[in-house]
C-alpha cells in the first residue's frame, strides 16, 4: 500500500463488537482475564505494560517508518529516555549530535551522566568527527536531521556505514521531516525516534513519542524499558495521535510549500540578516538535503536587525504567528531558542553550535501562505 493509504488504515480494524469505523479509546486500567490458565490470552492484562489502542498506534507509525515494530511513549522525551535506559549502561559512551534538541542534551549532561554514561556531543555532519568520536566503549549513536533548531542535516547513511560494521546501533531523531519526507531505516539506521506531539499530531492537542526499530532484539530493548520504566503513551492520546496521523502527508506538503514561500519573502527582506531552510539554494547543506530526503519540511529559522532585541521586538508585534515553544502543529508558531527551548544548554555551548542570541525558530502551518507573510513584514516594518 501506499503512503496515504497506510497513514489512515494501517493498524486500524472496525471494532469487532459494534462495528465502529475508528479504534475504540480504550480507557481501562486493567483486562479481564478469562481463567488462570489463560491469562493473558488476549494479549493485554494491565495497560502500562499494553493497550489495544496504543498497539493499533504503533502497528501504523511502524509501518509507515519500515520497522519491525515501535513502540509508543509518554513524551518524546520519554521516547529518547527509553532508547538511552536500553542501549547504554554506566561506564558505557554514547555520540550525540552537537546541535539536537534541548530536552536531549539536558537528558544526557544531567541525568544520565550522573549514573557514569560519557557523551561526546559530536558534529555528526562531519563523518570523520563521527568516526573521531567513536570509541571502544561506545554503545549509541544518537543523531539528530535536521537538527533542532539550526536545521544541521546528517547523513545517515554516511554516520549508519561507520556504526554498522561496529555493531553499534544508531538511532535517528526524524520528528522534523516524517517518514513521509526521510526514512532513516532505508538509509541503515537501526532505531527512529519521534515525538509525536510534533508532526503525528499535528494539532497541538497531545505530547507523545515513538520508536520505530529495525530488528526485533532492538524492539524488545526498549519495549522492556517502556513497561518498566512506565513510561507508555495513555489510549486517549493514541487515539488523538491515530486520528491526527491521517493527515499527515498532506499537512506536510502544504506546510512545506508555504514554509518555501515565507523563506523566500524573509531571504529578501532588507532587516533579515540571514535565513535558514533547507529548500533554498544558499542553504549550506541543500545538496545533502535534497538527496536524503523527498522534501524540505516546515521549518526554519532567521536573524534580524538588533540581535535579541530586534527578535524580541518582532515576535511581540505578530499577530498571525503565535509565541509558542512546540512545533509541526498547523498553526504558524514562532519561538527564541535560546531562552526558550535550548535555554538549558551553557551559552558557550550554544553559541559554539551556531545557536545565536538573535536565532528567531519558525514552525509555518496552514495558515493561507499571504497572511503569514503580511504578518511578518508589518512586524519587520516595525524595527
Known amino acids: 500500500m501506499g503512503f496515504r493509504t497506510d497513514q ?16 475504540p479509546i480504550h480507557q481501562s ?7 488462570v490458565d489463560d491469562y493473558m490470552e488476549t494479549g493485554y492484562s494491565y495497560s502500562r505494560s499494553g493497550n489495544p489502542t496504543v498497539t493499533a498506534l504503533q502497528a501504523r507509525i511502524a509501518k509507515l517508518e519500515g520497522g519491525i515494530g515501535s513502540a509508543a511513549f509518554a513524551t518524546g522525551m520519554a521516547a529518547t529516555n527509553a532508547v538511552f535506559m536500553a542501549l547504554v549502561n554506566s561506564g558505557d ?3 550525540v549530535s552537537d546541535v539536537a534538541y534541548g530536552g536531549t542534551y539536558r537528558l544526557a549532561t544531567k541525568v544520565f551522566a550522573r549514573f557514569g554514561v560519557d557523551f561526546t556531543f559530536a558534529d555528526t555532519s562531519d563523518l570523520d568527527a563521527v568516526r573521531a568520536a567513536v570509541n571502544e566503549r561506545t554503545r549509541l549513536v544518537f543523531t539528530e536531521t535536521p537538527a533542532n533548531p539550526t536545521l544541521k542535516y546528517t547523513d545517515i547513511a554516511g554516520v549508519s556505514e561507520i556504526t554498522a560494521p561496529l555493531g553499534i546501533p544508531h538511532a535517528v531523531d526524524n520528528t522534523f521531516l516524517t517518514p513521509y519526507y ?4 532505508e538509509l541503515g539506521a537501526d532505531l527512529v525516534v519521534h515525538s509525536t506531539t510534533k508532526y503525528f499530531d499535528g494539532h497541538n492537542a497531545t505530547v507523545g513519542g515513538a520508536v ?8 524488545e530493548a526498549v ?3 517502556q513497561n518498566a520504566a512506565g513510561l507508555i503513551m495513555s489510549p486517549m492520546v493514541a487515539w488523538l495521535t491515530l486520528q491526527g496521523s491521517k493527515t499527515l502527508s498532506e499537512r506536510m506538503e502544504r506546510q512545506s510549500a508555504n514554509a518555501m514561500a515565507v523563506a523566500e519573502f524573509l531571504d529578501d527582506h532588507p532587516k533579515v540578516t540571514r535565513v535558514s531552510y533547507p529548500g533554498l539554494a544558499s542553504f549550506p547543506q541543500h545538496e545533502l538535503a535534497t538527496k536524503q530526503a523527498s522534501g524540505y519540511g516546515a521549518m526554519g529559522w532567521f536573524e534580524v536587525e538588533g540581535g535579541v532585541e530586534g527578535g524580541k521586538s ?3 508585534s505578530l499577530r498571525v504567528w503565535i509565541l509558542a515553544e512546540n512545533l509541526g502543529s498547523v498553526e504558524s508558531l514562532i519561538t527564541h531558542p535560546a531562552t526558550m527551548t535550548h535555554a538549558d544548554m551553557e551559552k558557550p555551548e550554544r553559541l559554539r553550535v551556531g545557536i545565536t542570541d538573535g536565532l528567531v525558530r519558525i514552525s509555518v502551518g496552514l495558515e493561507d501562505v ?3 507573510i503580511e504578518d511578518l513584514a508589518q512586524g519587520l516594518d516595525l524595527l
Open 29 to 35: 486500567t486493567t483486562f479481564v482475564q478469562p481463567s
Open 93 to 95: 559512551h554514547a555520540v
Open 314 to 316: 518582532l515576535m511581540g
Open 212 to 219: 520505530v526499530c529495525r530488528a526485533e532484539a532492538l524492539l
Open 223 to 225: 519495549a522492556f524499558v
Open 8 to 23: 489512515i488504515h494501517a493498524g486500524a480494524t472496525p471494532d469487532p463488537v459494534s462495528g465502529a469505523i475508528l479504534t
Open 182 to 185: 526521510q526514512r532513516p531505516l
Open 370 to 372: 499571504e497572511d503569514l
